[in-house]
């Protein structure tokens, strides 16, 4: 075996040819676009879906209020429907978080009861939102994950056990994230 190692810039683009056997041909092409990053166009009305399932009560709540408390104090001014998962979907309540001000949803969420299953099939649409955000473990106990949800899902974990496949598929199915 002969090994050629060529210097190269760093992030600089290359390609490499091979002729395999008869007339077939083998390349590998490693390029660096540098594309202007743009800031996201923040949303003004936001879906919650709060698993209130046995299981959600064993997240990581305090972690998760110090993540919607960082993102409201970004986007400040926005429009929140809550909705509550266990083994049924139930549209709950709507909030107005004005100048960054999330004190009625936080003690809202702090008061939730847990308790029952969780089915992921009965997600839905809901409140005319631009996205969702879905705290959940992603542990389904009930039904058939029917995916109708047509905004984007982030899904956010803050428990040590998780189904973390049903999140990602959640989130990536409907062009979101999962923050774990």
């Not at 594309?35 to 009305?45: G, I, Q, R, Y």
């Not at 809901?126 to 996205?131: A, D, K, R, S």
Request: without cysteine; hydrophobic residues 35%; aromatic residues 12%.
């Amino acid at each position: 075996n002969l090994k050629i190692n060529f210097p190269q810039k760093p992030n600089s683009s290359s390609a490499i040819m091979q002729k395999a056997s008869g007339n077939q041909y083998y390349f590998l092409g490693n390029i660096f676009i540098n594309e202007p990053l743009k800031n996201k166009v923040l949303p003004t009305k936001i879906g919650i879906i709060w698993d209130v399932s046995l299981s959600g009560g064993k997240r990581n709540h305090q972690k998760e209020m110090e993540l919607l408390k960082s993102y409201f104090n970004k986007n400040q001014n926005v429009t929140v429907k809550l909705a509550l998962l266990s083994n049924i979907f139930e549209e709950d309540k709507n909030f107005e978080i004005k100048n960054g001000n999330w004190d009625a949803l936080k003690t809202y969420l702090s008061n939730l009861n847990y308790d029952g299953g969780t089915d992921f099939g009965t997600l839905k649409d809901f409140g005319n939102v631009q996205e969702y955000f879905l705290f959940s473990d992603g542990l389904s106990s009930f039904g058939d994950l029917k995916l109708s949800l047509s905004k984007p899902v982030f899904g956010i974990i803050s428990s040590s056990s998780a189904n973390f496949g049903q999140m990602k598929f959640i989130s990536l199915k409907t062009g979101g994230e999962v923050l774990n």
